[in-house]
């Protein structure tokens, strides 16, 4: 089982804040999973018995819509942690969290993060911190659905992919989705994102390759993004 201790993983979230007894406790009591591209980690309504350290690989994050559509609200990325908000808040997950590829997450107990939770105040500010910036995040892209076209909302996105995730060795964004997933993650019809994202290459801002997307112009894109 991975040592916690020599785990780099923890450097990127909240878990940083504990010392090595409380590390070597999480040892102790987590279990590893593997999940392939396309299963689900949890489903909106579950209630969850501890949370994820998603240690490879990437998520989407969504939500079911009245009309029962899919959202994707949010992507998750290696090292970011999973489920802690309905832990903290003892309620059920709002959310449906899908592997984008094949994954690997540690699952944490939720006895042993609301120990740490009220002994460790670090732990517990860094925690908040990060309930703070999701939802900072979640009111800037209700703001954007309201405000910005989707021309410019996909500009955002391929943006974000890129801080985010990065390219591969062939510069392309290191994040491969779906026509429909990309829709989804920006709230527009599928046919409207492909149309836009056929404009783009047109216009020579990106590269197209099967769902593999690479930016050539990130200045007209971010120029785009503000409206230009």
Partial sequence: MPDCNNCIIKQINSLNNL???????????????????????????????????????KCKVTKLTPNGNE????????GELIGHRSIISDTSAHL???????????????????????????????????????????????????QKTAKERLADSLLFFLKTFGVDQDGFL????SRDEIANSIGTATESSIRILSGFKKDGIIEIMGKKIKII????????????
């Fill in 19 to 57: 010392n090595n007894e409380e590390l070597r406790q999480i040892k102790d009591q987590k279990r590893t999973f593997s999940f392939k591209k396309g299963d689900t980690i949890f489903e909106e309504g579950t209630k969850l018995k501890g949370i994820f350290c998603l240690r490879n690989g």
């Fill in 96 to 146: 449906t969290v899908t592997a984008l590829e094949n994954m690997e997450a540690c699952f944490i107990p939720k006895s042993i993060i609301n120990k740490f939770f009220s002994e460790n105040k670090d732990f517990t500010y860094n925690i908040t911190k990060s309930l703070c910036t999701d939802l900072d995040n979640a009111n800037l892209s209700i703001a954007n659905l309201a």
């Fill in 174 to 177: 290191n994040i491969k989705l």
């Fill in 71 to 78: 959202q994707i609200v949010r992507f998750i990325k290696k």
């Fill in 217 to 228: 112009d990130k200045e007209k894109l971010e120029h785009i993004s503000i409206g230009y």
